[in-house]
């Protein structure tokens, strides 16, 4: 210890001198240094520098916090790639299923592959990139089979001069030895002999009585009300009196609502009233009332139409039973006193708004109405769109048909009047619209493309010269609807997920806004001018099937799902 004092004194010669001539000697305090022992052998050969350390740079870094040299900084790129060659794949985010990458196969390349897995069990290993063909078996890869008829023995081509019968002349036609091809397939005379039995004998078991026919059937989807086909139409007044003290019913139009002015409207913010399990099994339709709008009416899976009071009380006033199943649209008269239902038990009938009577039923031969509409100017006079590719005009008055439009070639979709009511556009599963004359049998306009979906759902802007369609292509299409009827190829609604549901889109009453619903059960709401989704909102737990805005008031907006219920927004 005394020798590491003396050497860490610090003492100096120049000190030394110093003090020579100095009263007293001050000696430097002792210091301990300490060492660094690194006992893990150099396995490198050499030390590295600053720059080696610290040579790499990702390419998302934004930030160096060390002086880097030029030559570092202009090094090209290294590192794992994906398949686009991107240094930045985890910038894609994780999934919940590992990390997404889009794959470099082009779809001729993958059909190609997917078929040949599919016919043989092999196919190219999608994920070797050295360039060499290596082929991947699959599960059925050692199933028997034949190739180009390989191995099948041909029947013998006959002699020439036989024309008919046994030995007759094939030649290159005749086929090979166990082909069933040409041979009748099916049961055999006995077998259907004793189906027939069999069939008759469990029609006979089925008969059923007056009695059974009495009892109200089983509470389904389709049937939920109880109604049995044949029984009468019923109806039932839920409200505590159907006058009040001085002698009106609900049909009385609210002094409020008679303006004529149309309100400037804005998107709702807030939901006024939810009329939970509307119907059973989901509704299908909502329909303000005309002109006042105080009324609403609605359809669903359970063969009834309800109507509910949107003004006042908000309460449900009246239920009309009378369709066996699901009820697929509703309609009102201009007027507003009677609504048409068209259901899937092929029956379309005419009813009393007020009293709940039906009046009248019309069926054409077993079709399914899919789409009912009142002809504006004449209310004794209604169109509808049938299962069977055809549009028949009913006559109230003769209770018969009086016209055919049959030109398409799928189920029609939806009806629609326009240019003041002379022209109605017709829209069909056979992904074409039609335009018509009223009362002539005739198209005089098709809209077909082969890049076009089907569109069940139309509505008409209240200005009359524009008309959309719910495309089934997750798009909204806008339609000219004067002299000349084109498509608007600057002007389409999208954002919304409507692929395989007939969603009815609405105006509002001064045309500024469209709103549609959703499969997810969202309500989405475009500015008619810059087609900007202003505002969206989740409203229902299924599908939002059809919005509804009201004729007068600014911001309500009526909803219905298939969830069963119905809601009133403001």
């Known amino acids: 210890m005394d020798v590491?004092?003396?050497?860490?004194?610090?003492?100096?010669?120049?000190?030394?001198?110093?003090?020579?001539?100095?009263?007293?000697?001050?000696?430097?305090?002792?210091?301990?240094?300490?060492?660094?022992?690194?006992?893990?052998?150099?396995?490198?050969?050499?030390?590295?520098?600053?720059?080696?350390?610290?040579?790499?740079?990702g390419p998302g870094q934004r930030e160096i916090r060390y002086n880097v040299p030029y030559e570092v900084l202009a090094q090209p790129l290294a590192g794992p790639t994906d398949s686009e060659g991107d240094f930045a794949s985890h910038t894609r985010g994780p999934?919940?299923?590992?990390?997404?990458?889009?794959?470099?196969v082009d779809e001729t390349s993958f059909r190609q592959q997917e078929r040949m897995f599919r016919q043989h069990g092999t196919a190219n290993d999608p994920s070797n990139a050295s360039g060499v063909s290596r082929m991947v078996a699959g599960s059925n890869s050692s199933k028997p089979g034949t190739s180009n008829n390989r191995g099948l023995r041909r029947k013998a081509k006959g002699q020439s001069s036989i024309v008919d019968g046994h030995g007759a002349y094939q030649g290159p036609w005749a086929g090979y030895e166990g082909d069933t091809k040409g041979v009748?397939?099916?049961?055999?005379?006995?077998?259907?002999?004793?189906?027939?039995?069999r069939m008759a004998q469990h029609k006979d078991t089925?008969?059923?009585?007056?009695?059974?026919?009495?009892?109200p059937a089983k509470s389904k989807r389709g049937n939920a009300a109880g109604y049995v086909e044949g029984q009468a139409e019923r109806t039932t007044f839920h409200g505590q009196s159907e006058r009040d003290y001085q002698g009106r019913t609900y049909m009385h139009v609210p002094t409020e609502l008679r303006q004529a002015e149309v309100p400037s409207c804005f998107a709702p913010k807030r939901m006024v009233k939810e009329w939970?399990?509307?119907?059973?099994?989901?509704?299908?339709?909502?329909?303000?009332?005309?002109?006042?709008?105080?009324?609403?009416?609605?359809?669903?899976?359970?063969?009834?139409?309800?109507?509910?009071?949107?003004?006042?009380?908000?309460a449900l006033l009246r239920t009309y039973t009378g369709h066996s199943k699901a009820v697929r649209d509703i309609n009102f008269s201009p007027d507003g006193t009677s609504f048409l239902s068209s259901s899937?038990?092929?029956?379309?009938?005419?009813?009393d708004v007020e009293t709940g009577q039906c009046r009248q039923q019309f069926s054409a031969k077993g079709r399914v109405p899919n789409v009912a509409k009142f002809y504006p100017e004449d209310p004794n006079i209604f169109l509808v769109g049938q299962g069977d590719k055809k549009i028949v005009q009913w006559d109230i008055r003769a209770n018969e048909i009086v016209q055919e439009y049959d030109q398409h070639l799928g189920a029609i979709n939806s009806l629609t009047f326009f240019d003041s009511n002379r022209r109605f556009i017709s829209t069909s599963d056979d992904k074409s619209m039609r335009v018509w004359e009223f009362g002539i049998p005739v198209v005089i306009k098709i809209i077909a493309d082969p890049s076009m979906h089907s569109v069940p759902a139309v509505a008409l802007h209240p200005s009359q010269k524009w008309f959309v369609g719910q495309s089934m292509d997750n798009r909204v299409v806008v339609y000219?609807?004067?002299?000349?009827?084109?498509?608007?190829?600057?002007?389409?609604?999208?954002?919304?997920?409507?692929?395989?549901?007939?969603?009815?889109?609405?105006?509002?009453?001064?045309?500024?806004?469209?709103?549609?619903?959703?499969?997810?059960?969202?309500?989405?709401?475009?500015?008619?001018?810059?087609?900007?989704?202003?505002?969206?909102?989740?409203?229902?737990?299924?599908?939002?099937?059809?919005?509804?805005?009201?004729?007068?008031?600014?911001?309500?907006v009526a909803t219905c799902s298939w969830d069963g219920t119905i809601k009133y927004w403001d």
């Open 95 to 104: 999934r919940g299923s590992g990390q997404a990458e889009a794959h470099a």
């Open 184 to 197: 009748a397939a099916g049961p055999s005379a006995e077998q259907l002999a004793e189906y027939e039995q």
């Open 480 to 556: 000219s609807a004067g002299e000349r009827i084109k498509p608007h190829k600057r002007k389409e609604f999208s954002g919304h997920l409507t692929a395989g549901f007939a969603c009815q889109p609405s105006f509002s009453p001064d045309g500024k806004f469209l709103t549609s619903g959703d499969s997810e059960g969202q309500v989405w709401c475009w500015d008619w001018q810059t087609t900007r989704v202003m505002t969206k909102w989740k409203a229902h737990e299924k599908v939002t099937i059809a919005t509804a805005w009201h004729p007068h008031e600014s911001s309500r």
């Open 344 to 351: 899937y038990d092929t029956y379309t009938k005419l009813w």
């Open 206 to 215: 089925a008969v059923e009585t007056d009695a059974d026919l009495a009892k």
């Open 276 to 314: 939970r399990n509307a119907h059973a099994g989901g509704v299908s339709a909502i329909r303000f009332i005309p002109d006042s709008g105080h009324l609403l009416l609605s359809s669903g899976m359970d063969g009834q139409v309800k109507i509910f009071d949107t003004h006042s009380s908000l």
């Open 4 to 57: 590491l004092n003396q050497y860490g004194s610090g003492v100096s010669d120049d000190d030394s001198d110093a003090s020579d001539g100095g009263l007293t000697q001050t000696f430097a305090k002792p210091v301990v240094r300490q060492y660094n022992i690194n006992t893990a052998p150099d396995i490198s050969g050499h030390a590295p520098s600053i720059h080696e350390l610290t040579a790499y740079v």
